[in-house]
T-cell receptor, first 113, second 112 residues
Framework: DAGVTQSPTHLIKTRGQQVTLRCSPKSGHDTVSWYQQALGQGPQFIFQ???????QRGNFPDRFSGHQFPNYSSELNVNALLLGDSALYLC????????????FGEGSRLTVL | GNSVTQMEGPVTLSEEAFLTINCTYTATGYPSLFWYVQYPGEGLQLLLKATKADDKGSNKGFEATYRKETTSFHLEKGSVQVSDSAVYFC???????????FGKGNQVVVIP
């Protein structure tokens, strides 16, 4: 049983560009959350998707947007990239009704030059 | 607001030594508390959790007790191994909202 998978694992962008990160949740999970982990910091909650809708959002600007597809996979989009967006982006999934453990992927490391 | 504070700096210790990592929290209501571990090149993994005051979470020889009176959830292990080298994150989840607030993490290095 595959866990949470994310792609790409690493990518480099320049300021002002746009990026899309992808996440496939663990089998049986219907809820996907995204976190940003800057170097030397703990993960910060960006937003959560359930039933293809954004259910909760952390303190991130509108440049950060997302989407959830009918198969529960999700995308994180970041527009107008800033140097400060350089971070490890983590996807986590869970079964919302089961209220079970949150499973994390290995992350996508974004470097903005 | 909801926040977690972990002790500053990396922790370096010898194999079989006793490990303590301090974690204190600020939260409204009754959050659930967690310790996550991040091994090199891997994603975050849940190590243990506690959902109410005085609960003790335990796993792989690690323990932490939910202390409401001191708003703490310190992680302990009696005898560490080299394989315990990792980054450890304390986190809280305000009741029922399924979003975690993490501390900054502590790098633990165990020397043979």
């Amino acid at each position: 049983d595959a866990g949470v998978t994310q792609s790409p694992t690493h990518l480099i962008k320049t300021r002002g560009q746009q990026v899309t990160l992808r996440c496939s949740p663990k089998s049986g999970h219907d809820t996907v959350s995204w976190y940003q982990q800057a170097l030397g910091q703990g993960p910060q909650f960006i937003f959560q998707y359930y039933e293809e809708e954004e259910r909760q959002r952390g303190n991130f600007p509108d440049r950060f947007s997302g989407h959830q597809f009918p198969n529960y996979s999700s995308e994180l989009n970041v527009n107008a990239l800033l140097l400060g967006d350089s971070a490890l982006y983590l996807c986590a999934s869970m079964d919302l009704l089961d209220q079970g453990e949150l499973f994390f992927g290995e992350g996508s490391r974004l470097t903005v030059l | 607001g909801n926040s977690v504070t972990q002790m500053e700096g990396p922790v370096t210790l010898s194999e079989e030594a006793f490990l303590t990592i301090n974690c204190t929290y600020t939260a409204t209501g009754y959050p659930s508390l967690f310790w996550y571990v991040q091994y090199p090149g891997e994603g975050l993994q849940l190590l243990l959790k506690a959902t109410k005051a005085d609960d003790k979470g335990s796993n792989k020889g690690f323990e932490a007790t939910y202390r409401k009176e001191t708003t703490s959830f310190h992680l302990e292990k009696g005898s560490v191994q080299v394989s315990d080298s990792a980054v450890y994150f304390c986190a809280l989840e305000p009741y029922g909202n399924n979003r975690l607030a993490f501390g900054k993490g502590n790098q633990v290095v165990v020397i043979p």
